[in-house]
C-alpha cells in the first residue's frame, strides 16, 4: 500500500462537485506532478488531502501509512507526516521564522519538545543544505517576504519537519526563474536527503524541468483522465491540453 493513497474521491464544494471519482497514489521517495488547466480540481484535491473544513467528501476514502484520514483534523494529518505548501502562504507578524519552525517541530512532538541545542544543530543544518542564510530566520514569518523568500521559507519547514509526502499546491505560481529554482532545489535536495515524497500540483511545466517527476497524472474535470511518465509533460507542452479535451469528450460521450 502507498503511503498516500486515495480512492474513489468525490469532493463537492457548497453545492458544486468539484471532484469525480479521483484515485492517486504516492509513496515517500517518489516524486508525481499532478497537472491541468484552471479550475480541473487540481488545488480542491489539495486541499481536502490537508483536511480543509470547506471542502465536503461525498464518497471516497484517503488513507495515509495505513489510516484513514479522510475526517481527520488538519493537525492531525501534519502531525502523521504530510505537508502542504501552500500557493499563498499567510504572514504572521512578530512571530520570527525560527520560533515559528521550534514550534512546529514542538507540536508533532507532543510531550517531548526539542532541546535548544538541537534545534540549533537542525536549524543549522537545514540552512546550510538549503543554502539559506542563517539571518533570514530571524525575520518575522512571511512578513514584507518576496515570492521568493515565502517559497525559500516553506522548503525551510519541510526540512525542519521531514515529511514523509510533501503536498505543494501551484507553488510555482508567479514565480521568477531564482525564485523557482530555490523552489526545485529545496525540493531535489528533500527528496535526496530524507527520501520525501511529493506531489506537485501545477498547470506550467516549467517547474518539472527542474525536478523531473517519475510520475504524471492529468486532471480534467474533476477527474485524472491520463497517467504516466516524464514524457507527459513534454507532450502538453508541445500540444496543450485541447488534444486531451477532445480526446476524453469522444470518451464520455
Not at 480512492?7 to 492517486?24: A, F, M, Q, S, Y
Not at 536549524?123 to 517559497?151: I, Q, W, Y
Request: net charge negative; with cysteine; hydrophobic share 40%.
Amino acid at each position: 500500500m502507498a503511503d498516500l493513497e486515495i480512492k474513489n474521491l468525490h469532493v463537492r464544494v457548497e453545492d458544486r462537485e468539484i471532484l469525480k471519482g479521483v484515485d492517486l497514489s504516492v509513496s515517500k521517495g517518489e516524486v508525481h506532478a499532478l497537472m491541468g488547466p484552471n479550475g480541473s480540481g487540481k488545488s480542491t484535491l489539495a486541499n481536502t488531502i490537508m483536511g480543509h473544513p470547506g471542502y465536503e467528501v461525498t464518497d471516497g476514502e484517503i488513507t495515509f501509512r495505513g489510516e484513514e484520514i479522510t475526517e481527520a483534523d488538519p493537525e492531525d494529518r501534519a502531525q502523521a507526516g504530510l505537508f502542504l505548501a501552500f500557493q499563498y502562504p499567510a504572514a504572521i507578524p512578530g512571530v520570527s521564522v525560527a520560533n515559528f519552525l521550534r514550534m512546529a517541530i514542538n507540536a508533532k512532538r507532543d510531550d517531548d519538545p526539542i532541546g535548544v541545542k538541537e534545534f540549533g544543530g537542525e536549524l543549522k543544518h537545514a540552512t546550510e543544505l538549503l543554502h539559506v542564510e542563517r539571518e533570514f530566520t530571524s525575520r518575522h514569518l512571511n512578513d514584507g517576504f518576496s515570492g521568493g523568500e515565502k517559497k525559500r521559507c516553506e522548503i525551510l519547514q519541510m526540512a525542519m519537519l521531514k515529511p514523509e509526502v510533501a503536498v505543494l499546491d501551484e507553488t510555482d505560481s508567479g514565480l521568477d526563474i531564482d525564485a523557482l529554482r530555490t523552489v526545485a532545489e529545496g525540493v531535489n535536495t528533500l527528496h535526496g536527503e530524507i527520501g520525501m515524497g511529493a506531489l506537485i500540483i501545477t498547470h506550467y511545466q516549467r517547474i518539472l524541468h527542474y525536478v523531473e517527476p517519475q510520475f504524471v497524472h492529468i486532471m480534467l474535470e474533476g477527474r485524472i483522465v491520463r497517467e504516466g511518465g516524464a514524457e507527459l509533460v513534454e507532450q502538453l507542452e508541445r500540444e496543450g491540453y485541447d488534444w486531451l479535451r477532445d480526446e476524453v469528450g469522444a470518451v464520455d460521450g
